[in-house]
């Protein structure tokens, strides 16, 4: 049987969401960071370089980069790229806004450590459910 983990968050967009984690250990840029049309992280030698944000839970530190960040998230979400929700530890001001105009559920103050990519997560609020990949 696998264990649940189960961490509090502060919401930063409120929401319900639920996908396979993508974890970064590094801050993300959205503006150059993250191609709009494709959902492919394009940032050279950043830890997801190639992967897709696409349906994931992304979990990362914080966010880096300009304020056109938060338009670069709407253009994910209005192109069907966006990420299902967001988990921070630590919120920036250009992530928050883009979640907030584009829905994406959004968390911080959460305990990254607990999440690694492959797990599946569930984002309810201010409750972040983690079960452990197989």
Do not use: Q
């Not at 396979?20 to 150059?32: D, K, M, Q, T």
């Amino acid at each position: 049987m696998t264990r649940k983990t189960h961490l509090s968050a502060r919401i930063v967009k409120a929401g319900r969401a639920s996908g396979w984690a993508l974890v970064s250990a590094e801050p993300i840029g959205f503006l150059g960071g993250v191609d709009p049309d494709t959902g492919i992280v394009i940032e050279g030698g950043h830890p997801l370089e190639g992967e897709s944000v696409t349906d994931r839970i992304l979990v990362f530190p914080t966010g880096k980069g300009s304020t056109v960040g938060s338009y670069t998230l709407y253009r994910l979400a209005r192109n069907g790229l966006a990420p299902a929700a967001i988990v921070n530890a630590e919120a920036d001001p250009v992530v928050a806004v883009g979640a907030v105009i584009a829905e994406i559920p959004m968390v911080d103050r959460v305990d990254l450590s607990c999440i690694h990519t492959g797990d599946w997560v569930e984002v309810h609020d201010d409750e972040v459910v983690v079960s452990p990949a197989a």
